[in-house]
């Protein structure tokens, strides 16, 4: 299932200085007893513009807070409801603190607007992080029961009055202190000490223990917890293990500002960690990709930069990694939606991946994420936040901001508290990004994990594949099939002296190879390599005729294959579905003659019943416009405008056109093909396919062959001449006809019917060809019941026929199952048949058909006495046995048993001899 094209929320507005200016997203909560809780709202902060509040369940813009054209953000905003508070950051024209406070007043409807602001005058540090720390209110006078916590680049953290009127405190812990030298301040993260239980300190009592300080008692407000990460300064590529995380615990209460307050007091030092080393990633890249990002519940740190994501797990004595998912492409953004999930952005591809099992299961092309918006800006996507409630991943594109819907990806239809079972192995299978196509490398890298799957079992057989796919590679992107059949000639030859290609069974392996070789998907032009694209096409890059007929003989080249083949080529790009009919239209494309696809479809392999109906629709529309072309060409002929048919079959139809025996082989064939699928789904696919009028050309051909097979007319009559020779090649049986008549008649349905009959308006219309249209359409009916009521009468003459001959059919069926034994019992029948006087034998032919007719003997003559010279049934209705059976059946148990000699003897004894006939005379 692919991913759905995102939702426009909202359109953004520009940065003031495009090219400097940043747009930065922060979370918006609401205050409930001292808990934060997520609300389904983003504070979006435009430098030299405004603060701005969206709604994402609505969506609408709640409110916005205009700020100079000079300012400048310096950090994430962050928000708090219902008295709806905003903090930010700016660091131009100065480095200030904001506030914006809006409320609804008493009997007024409009709200009432105010912003505060405090200047940071002890540090020229940028503020990289505002958060809010929330407490329970003393009395009833505190109407804003939380204080602001900034963080500085340089590590100095500060805390101020939900006001900004009042400075608590402002320090620079001792262990920051250790490394603001050599490191800077690159993410903070700051959770209530209630989830940090849950997950973070999940295992670590002591540490809970520890964030309460020298007050663990009962009803005191339960701390904060401020998680550092810290960076090493000015480097282009940063080693993990030079991260530090710094946990630190900040008390609910803690507004004394006096210089004998101890530092534990403010800022509680917990824990700090080194990020441990991934396997295969030693260093990344320092750029603006790299990001940060803590989720509370599993307790998981996440690292998003431009080639993957890394998720750690701080719950653990030992900090460890527990999932990662690198690949050598280029990320624009990273975000993760699940415990097992993230969903990345590249510059061709939005997917979502699973870490654990290092597999896709949604994607969709960058170009309809473009077409989704309906914005031409051609900018990153990048992820800001994810609700996990609603199933929605909120990004930005440009000034756009746009939602992904994710709940198909867990199987939730809305909100649910109920958790999601995603990161299946069941989900994962063929899904996977380490690309399937590397198992037909049998570089020494990978020649032992591959050889199994190939089926090679000495070193020697995979250099053999080696070279082999090393000189196919060359054939292919040179476009020469002589070379490519003759390296498949040489390495799958059965003898070396004929060097035949071998018709048991192939490796599949092997033919899926070739297969991903010979034909290509139609955009494969695009330069990344993890891309998708919506309308995928197929396409024959080349046609190498001997592999190709080999192929086709051992039923391998069908469109599951050529589908499978594609997609492990392609990996880990997805492939989207490719259209009905691809298949078919590729073989079309690749030759205009119609060779390829009329021996594809004589071939063993099943093809489905959408692709046999889009090449039904092929052919008979090409059919009809042969039929159109060349009626006007007799007409022209006798008109004498031309020459030569030639030139008007070239001037309408071009040069290269194929014949009229290929299009109806190639239309037989596909009739033949579809009979073999099941009814209904015949109906289904001719009825979305081909239209009213296709339907009608079906039924006229079909009729067509149901009369030049004999299968309408009378015995004694001669049958219809057919009008040409190739509409009847190869031959339909009477099965075939009449189950795709009775299909065609169902998938045209009653309706269909019904409107061909002359409406009242068109009997009155002067018009020749509606007329001539509609006595058509009146005439087939008519026909069609004619020929009805004709196979009826067939079957009934049938029937009385059976009825008739019914003992000679049965006494039939018994000599022909009969052993040896029993053929000398027909050749002795035979020899009595010819011993009877010749002028009682006449030999006639009827229709195409040798007749031998018996006369009946005069009396006096020899063979009156009523045997009819031999040809009277015996009474029993059993062939003439020579012997007894050597073997018998038993009847208890069904065991066969030889016969004794005794036995044998017996039985010839007991048989009695030929019935003779007497006839009285009175």
């Known amino acids: 299932m692919d991913l759905q094209s995102p939702s426009v929320l909202a359109q953004l507005p520009r940065p003031l200085h495009a090219a400097t200016g940043k747009t930065r997203i922060g979370d918006v909560n609401s205050l409930a007893d001292a808990k934060k809780r997520k609300r389904y709202e983003l504070a979006v902060a435009v430098d030299g513009e405004a603060v701005n509040i969206y709604n994402i369940q609505t969506p609408k813009l709640v409110t916005s807070y205009a700020v100079p054209p000079q300012s400048t953000f310096s950090c994430r905003p962050c928000s708090s409801a219902v008295k709806r508070q905003t903090y930010t950051a700016v660091t131009k024209p100065e480095h200030q603190i904001k506030c914006f406070v809006e409320e609804v007043g008493n009997g007024s409807s409009a709200p009432m607007i105010s912003s505060s602001s405090t200047t940071i005058t002890d540090s020229k540090s940028p503020t990289t992080f505002v958060g809010i720390v929330p407490f329970s209110a003393e009395d009833e006078t505190e109407t804003d029961p939380f204080d602001i916590l900034a963080v500085h680049t340089d590590g100095r953290v500060r805390r101020l009055s939900s006001d900004l009127k009042t400075q608590h405190w402002s320090i620079q812990h001792s262990e920051i202190a250790k490394v603001c030298a050599t490191h800077t301040v690159h993410s903070c993260f700051l959770i209530d000490l209630e989830d940090a239980k849950k997950g973070l300190f999940k295992r670590r009592q002591d540490l809970t223990a520890l964030a309460f300080g020298d007050s663990p008692s009962a009803g005191v407000d339960e701390p904060s917890i401020l998680i550092i990460v810290s960076h090493p300064k000015e480097a282009d590529t940063i080693a993990l293990q030079d991260v530090n995380i710094q946990i630190f615990s900040v008390p609910a209460n803690s507004k004394s500002g006096s210089r004998g307050v101890e530092e534990s007091q403010r800022l509680k030092h917990l824990q700090t960690i080194q990020v441990p080393t991934p396997a295969g990633l030693d260093k990344v890249n320092s750029n603006s990709l790299l990001q940060w990002n803590f989720h509370s519940g ?395 009028t296709e339907l009608i050309s079906m039924v006229h051909h079909l009729r067509l062959s149901l009369a030049t097979g004999g299968y309408t007319s009378r015995f004694t009559e001669n049958p219809p001449t057919p009008i040409t020779l190739v509409q009847i090649t190869p031959s339909l049986s009477l099965n075939t006809i009449v189950d795709l008549i009775t299909a065609s008649v169902d998938a045209v349905g009653p309706s269909g019917w019904i409107s061909a009959l002359p409406a009242v308006n068109d009997l009155d219309d002067d018009s020749d060809s509606a007329m001539a249209s509609a006595s058509r359409e009146m005439e087939l009916i008519a026909d069609m019941k004619s020929e009805v009521s004709a196979a009826l009468a067939g079957v009934e003459e049938a029937t009385y026929l059976k009825g008739i001959l019914r003992e000679y059919l049965r006494f039939a069926d018994q000599v022909a199952d009969a052993s040896a034994t029993s053929t000398d019992a027909v050749a002795k029948i035979d020899d009595s048949a010819t011993r009877a006087p010749s002028h009682l034998i006449r030999y006639e032919k009827l229709n195409g058909a040798d007749l031998m007719v018996f006369t009946r003997p005069e009396e006096g003559e020899e063979g009156f006495d009523g045997d009819a010279s031999g040809k009277i049934l015996p009474l029993s209705l059993k062939p003439p046995s020579s012997d007894v059976s050597r073997t018998k059946v038993l009847n208890s148990t069904g065991e066969i048993k030889a016969r004794t000699s005794r036995e044998v003897g017996y039985l010839r004894r007991k048989a009695a001899g030929k019935y003779s006939f007497e006839r009285l005379v009175i």
């Open 298 to 692: 599993t307790a998981g740190l996440q690292l998003s930069f431009e080639n993957g994501f890394v998720n750690i797990d701080l719950s653990q004595y030992s900090p460890s990694v527990s999932s990662q998912f690198v690949l050598g492409e280029q990320f624009t953004s990273i975000m993760r939606v699940s415990p097992q999930c993230v969903i990345a952005a590249s510059e061709s591809l939005v997917a979502v991946y699973d870490t654990q099992y290092q597999s896709v299961q949604r994607s969709i092309a960058a170009k309809d994420v473009v077409s989704g918006t309906g914005s031409n800006a051609d900018g990153p996507t990048v992820f800001i936040s994810y609700f996990a409630k609603l199933g929605i991943a909120i990004a930005m594109k440009a000034n756009t901001l746009v939602a992904f819907d994710l709940t198909s990806l867990h199987g939730q239809s809305g909100p649910s508290l109920k958790r999601s079972r995603d990161g299946l192995l069941i989900d994962a299978i063929g899904r996977g990004i380490g690309s399937s196509a590397s198992q037909w490398d049998m570089s020494k890298k990978h020649r032992t994990d591959n050889m199994a799957s190939m089926h090679l079992k000495t070193p020697e057989q995979a250099e053999k594949w080696s070279q082999f796919t090393k000189t196919v590679h060359e054939a292919t992107k040179l476009l020469k099939p002589d070379l490519f059949d003759k390296a498949v000639l040489s390495y799958f030859g059965t003898s070396e002296g004929t060097k035949e290609l071998p018709q048991e069974q192939v490796s599949p392996e092997s033919t899926l190879f070739l297969l991903s070789k010979i034909f290509a998907v139609q955009d494969s032009a695009i330069t990344d390599k993890v891309s998708a694209s919506s309308s995928s096409q197929l396409r024959v890059v080349l046609w190498p005729a001997a592999t190709c007929d080999w192929l086709i003989q051992i039923g391998h080249l069908s469109l599951d294959n050529v589908e499978i083949a594609l997609r492990r080529a392609c990996k880990p790009r997805i492939l989207q579905s490719f259209p009905t009919g691809s298949f078919v239209q590729a073989l079309i494309d690749s030759d205009s003659s119609l060779k390829q696809v009329n021996h594809v479809l004589g071939g063993p392999a099943l093809v489905s019943s959408d692709e046999l109906a889009y090449a039904l629709k092929f052919f008979l529309n090409q059919a009809r416009l042969h039929s159109g072309v060349l009626e006007e060409t007799a007409r022209a002929i006798t008109n004498g405008d031309i020459a030569t048919p030639t030139q008007e079959l070239t001037r309408h139809l071009g040069s290269e056109v194929a014949s009229l025996k290929d299009i109806f082989t190639g239309l037989n064939r596909s009739l033949q093909k579809i009979h073999s699928q099941p009814l209904a789904s015949v109906v289904k696919s001719l009825r979305s396919i081909l239209s009213r």
